[in-house]
């Protein structure tokens, strides 16, 4: 069972990836970018590394996340709010 969850999990993690590089937006990135962590941050609960999960969930999925998302909105206000195509 724990080795089906971890599989899981992997693919899941890579899905998010593939999410985070493949979005049109910059927010939609960001967000696919912590839920990618966080589900990493599981996966290392499973494997039993508590530390390593806590960093990851504190420092990938809280710290990281947080500066981009405040970075794209300060660039776009910068730049008035409109998206060019």
Not at 34 to 44: D, E, K
Not at 67 to 85: D, K, N, P, Q, W
């Amino acid at each position: 069972m724990l080795n089906f969850a971890c599989l899981a999990l992997s693919v899941a993690v890579v899905m998010a990836a593939i999410a985070a590089v493949r979005a049109s937006n910059l927010i939609n990135a960001a967000i696919a970018l912590v839920i990618g962590n966080s589900l990493l941050a599981l996966l290392f609960f499973l494997l039993q590394s508590p530390y390593a999960a806590s960093v990851q969930l504190s420092v990938g999925a809280g710290v990281v996340s947080t500066l981009f998302i405040v970075a794209i909105s300060l660039t776009e206000s910068m730049r008035g709010g409109h998206h060019e195509e």
